[in-house]
């Protein structure tokens, strides 16, 4: 029961960092659009600049983020009773499923596909790219690549700190 309280309010958690951003600038998630509204927008001389810095910070964004929430959920598993590597490998990986799936399923291709607020200027005409579902859909598959990395990292230390020596 608390392995689904937790993951009702991963998913709540998850939206509040995403959504207003999203919503405020789309811009800023850009590397998350679909390839053509991508390729449209890089050739949109208005964003040209803001396109390096977005490229240039994305992926140290994303290692840091990996980093924070291998230790975020390790704790979560932890307090959660899930003492071994292999149950907080699987109690992380089973939390960072779920919002995978609602990140899939909810945000992105309910919201993000139909909605006009994540329209960047320049791109409304391409309907048919933001409607797409399978840009999402490969998404999904990286995220769960990535969350298991995240759930290896979360295991790892969970078996850490199982190895000290208690006082």
Not at 74 to 97: N, R
Request: hydrophobic residues 50%.
């Amino acid at each position: 029961m608390i392995l689904i309280l937790e993951c009702i309010i991963a998913c709540g958690i998850f939206s509040l960092i995403v959504l207003p951003s999203l919503y405020k600038n789309p811009l800023k998630h850009i590397m998350s659009y679909p390839k053509e509204i991508r390729i449209r927008v890089e050739n949109l001389p208005q964003y040209k600049d803001t396109i390096a810095n977005i490229e240039k910070t994305h992926l140290s964004i994303k290692i840091i983020s990996i980093l924070v929430f291998a230790i975020v959920l390790a704790a979560v598993a932890y307090y959660s009773g899930a003492k071994t590597f292999s149950s907080a490998f699987i109690y992380v990986f089973i939390l960072f499923f779920v919002v995978n799936i609602y990140d899939l399923l909810i945000l992105d291709i309910w919201l993000f596909c139909h909605s006009k607020k994540t329209r960047i200027p320049g791109t409304e005409d391409m309907d048919k790219e933001y409607r797409n579902p399978w840009h999402h859909i490969k998404g999904a598959g990286l995220g769960i690549m990535i969350g298991t990395i995240v759930s290896l990292l979360s295991g790892s230390i969970i078996h850490f700190i199982s190895l000290l020596p208690l006082s």
